[in-house]
C-alpha cells in the first residue's frame, strides 16, 4: 500500500480557522449544539468535504455524512468522525479533531488518487457533548436506536427550546432517518481528555471501550424565606440540602475508588437572590464506572441519600434519571487496525477505556467500532485551557488514516472470500 501522509501543516491550519467559529478570549470555544455557531462551523464542514468531491447528506438528527465513492459502492462505508459541538468553555480539539482528522485523511486518499474498496464517509455527529441537550451523544443515540427520535427532538434547553425548534431553526434537519444509514465499521479519533497517555509516554491509545455512565436531574425544594428575618431553626434551605448532596456524591465515588467517578456539574439556585433563602434548587448528577454492577451499587447510594439528606432539613427532593449508557467493549477486528495503523506509523501505543463518552461508545451497537486516542496536555479538557500538539493531532489523523485503509483491506479479502 502506498506509503500515504496525512498533511500535519494543513490539519492544523484547519483546527485553528474553526476554532475561531466560537472562539473565545482564554483561547477555548463555545459553540454549543444547534446555535447559529454551530450552524457556521456545518457549513465550513459541508463545504470542505463538497470540495473534495464528496456527497454530503444529514439525517432528520442533523447527523452530517460526507461520503466518498471506494471500487464497491454497493457496501456499506466504513466512517470515521466525531463531532464539532463544544462544551461553554470547552477547547480546541475535543471532538473536533475527530472530525477534521478524518477530513484530512479523506483528503490525503482524494490527492494521492488511492480508491478504496469500501466508500469511505466523514460523519460530524450532532450533540455529543450534551450541555445544552441533555443527554450527551443524542444523534448517535437515536441512530443506534437507544433513543427514540421523538423523544430526543423533545429535549429542551434550559430556557425551554427544544431539540427539534434548534435543528429547524438552523436548518439541518435533514431528510434521511436517522439509523437508516448502515456502516460497515466506524473509527473516532479523539483526544484522550485524561492524564494517561501523558504520564505512560504514550502516543497513541487504542481504545478498547468506554467506561458506563449516567445522569440524574434532582430538584430539592424547601421555602423561599428573608435571610435576615428568618430564624435558622424555621429555614427550608434547598441550597443546604443540595450542597449536602453534592458533598454526598463525592464522598459515594471515592468511597468507590479509584474507578469510580461522581460530580454535580450543572445546579440551578432558585430566586436566586442575595438576602432570599433558597425555595428551590436543580441540579444535575454525573456518575461514571467501567464496570455496570458497581455503577447499580453507586446509583444506590446516591438514591439512599436523598432522602437522610432533605428530610432532616424538611425539605422534599426528587430525581429521575435521564441517561444509562452502559459500559462498551468495542470490536476487536477494528482494534486490531487500531494496533496494526500505530505500529505501522512507529507510534508508541497502549490499550485504554475511555472515561468520557463518544459516539462511538453509541454506534458500537449497530456497526463494528473502535477508537483512536492521543494525550492531551496535563489531562485537561472541557476546559478553555485545553491543548493538544501539532504533532500528536497529526499521529492521530495519521493512525486513523492507517486503520481506515486496514480495515477496508480486511474487508476486501472477507468479500473475494466470498
Ligand atoms: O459526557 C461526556 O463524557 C462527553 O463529553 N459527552
Ligand atoms: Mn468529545
Ligand atoms: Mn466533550
Known sequence: MQNLVIDAERLWGELMETATIGGTPKGGICRLTLTDLDRQVRDWFRARAEALGCTVTVDDMGAMFARRPGQRNDIAPIAMGSHLDTQPT??????????????????TLVQAGYET???????NWTNEEGSRFAPAMVASGVFAGAFTRDWAVSREDRSGVTFGAALEAIGYRGAEPCGQH??????????EQGPILEAEKKDIGIVTGVQGMRW???TVTGESAHTGATPMRLRKNALLGAARLVERVNAIAEAHAPAALGAVGLMEVRPNSRNVVPGEVFFCVDLRHPDAAVLDRLEAAYTASLREICDPLALSV?????????PVRFDAAC???VRRAAALSGLSAQEIISGAGHDAAYVSRVAPTAMIFVPCRD?????EAEFTSREQCAAGAQVLLQAVLDYDRTLAERHARK
Do not use: M, T
Not at 474498496?117 to 460523519?123: D, H, K, L, N, S
Not at 448502515?182 to 483526544?191: M, N, R, Y
Open 318 to 326: 426528587s430525581s429521575s434519571r435521564i441517561w444509562d449508557q452502559p
Open 216 to 218: 440524574y436531574e434532582v
Open 379 to 383: 489531562g485537561v479538557s472541557h476546559n
Open 117 to 123: 474498496f469500501a466508500p469511505i464517509e466523514v460523519v
Open 90 to 107: 470547552g477547547g480546541k480539539f475535543d471532538g473536533v479533531l475527530g472530525v477534521l482528522g478524518a477530513l484530512e485523511a479523506l483528503r
Open 182 to 191: 448502515p456502516l460497515s465499521a466506524f473509527f473516532e479519533l479523539h483526544i
Open 335 to 337: 482494534v486490531a487496525s
